[in-house]
């Protein structure tokens, strides 16, 4: 009898993003978009919205397990952006393409407010090897 094993995405999701840091290159995530994606839907295109995750272009950054959440600025206005780990589509180094893609999946439920995102000084506690770049 096999038993169903935790997701690795978030795991590579957060490998990638700290090999693309680590190496000043600049993380974009690619997300299919559905009720339970929370973005400015005015960037929406094609069902997909392409976001930077670099640590210099959002605040409180946090890459959960289901969750990825933060806080961005879009045409100058501050927004907070959510959405579940099953909903990204890929993430790749802005400069040369290099990533990964993935299956996207339906987000079991919506969530009705936003999730407990960890603020950007406990993140970084329970994950030392995440470096900012400046």
């Not at 990964?100 to 407010?113: N, R």
């Not at 995102?117 to 993140?123: G, N, Q």
Request: negative net charge; proline residues 7%.
């Amino acid at each position: 009898m096999t038993q169903d094993l935790p997701s690795t995405k978030p795991y590579l999701i957060r490998a990638i993003h700290e090999w693309c840091t680590d190496n000043g290159f600049t993380p974009y995530i690619v997300v299919a978009v559905d009720e339970s994606v929370r973005v400015p839907m005015e960037y929406v295109k094609d069902g997909e919205i392409v976001l930077n995750i670099s640590y210099d272009a959002t605040g409180s950054l946090s890459l959960l397990n289901d969750y990825i959440g933060f806080k961005g600025r879009f045409g100058g206005v501050a927004r907070d952006i959510s959405f579940p780990v099953v909903r990204v589509a890929a993430i790749y180094a802005k400069e040369n393409g290099q990533g990964m893609a993935f299956p996207v999946e339906k987000a079991l439920v919506a969530p009705a407010t936003e999730p407990d995102i960890v603020p950007e000084s406990k993140a970084e506690a329970k994950r030392p090897s995440l470096t900012r770049i400046k």
